[in-house]
């Protein structure tokens, strides 16, 4: 993913991966849609850094807590780039079929994403 392989990404993922995302009344379904929430990560933060704090499972769950860090150099939800340096967490639950990823949990802090390339205290 961060080499921005989606394709290779996505091949890892059932054809119907599910999608659940915090505040939403119903999951998102499909590769594709997978695929477009990352593209618009990438395209805001194109130097997007990855690190795994922890993985564990149990049964068919897997649980990772993730740390992200970037620049904002592109568009990302509607905020224009601001060439700040961001940094921000992600718990995610995937469920496993077989070899695949089949469904996500993710609860990303997108509050305090926001916060650093909106709030002008950021900057």
């Given amino acids: 993913m961060q080499r921005g392989?989606?394709?290779a990404c996505a091949e890892q993922l059932t054809e119907n991966f599910i999608i659940?995302?915090?505040?939403?009344?119903?999951?998102?379904?499909?590769?594709?849609?997978w695929k477009f929430g990352v593209q618009a990560m990438r395209d805001g933060f194109p130097d997007l850094r990855i690190t795994i704090e922890d993985?564990?499972?149990?049964?068919d769950r897997v649980a990772v807590?993730?740390?992200?860090?970037g620049t904002h150099t592109g568009s990302f939800q509607d905020?224009?780039?601001?060439?700040?340096?961001v940094a921000f967490s992600s718990?995610?639950?995937?469920?496993?079929?077989?070899?695949?990823?089949?469904?996500?949990?993710?609860s990303p802090d997108?509050?305090?994403?926001?916060?650093q390339i909106s709030d002008p205290a950021h900057s």
Avoid: C
């Fill in 5 to 7: 392989d989606l394709d």
């Fill in 110 to 115: 997108m509050m305090g994403l926001m916060r």
């Fill in 20 to 33: 659940n995302l915090p505040g939403l009344p119903e999951p998102l379904h499909g590769r594709e849609v």
């Fill in 91 to 106: 718990i995610d639950i995937y469920r496993v079929e077989g070899d695949k990823l089949a469904e996500e949990w993710v």
């Fill in 65 to 69: 807590r993730l740390h992200f860090s």
């Fill in 79 to 85: 905020v224009p780039a601001t060439q700040r340096q």
């Fill in 55 to 59: 993985i564990f499972g149990a049964d």
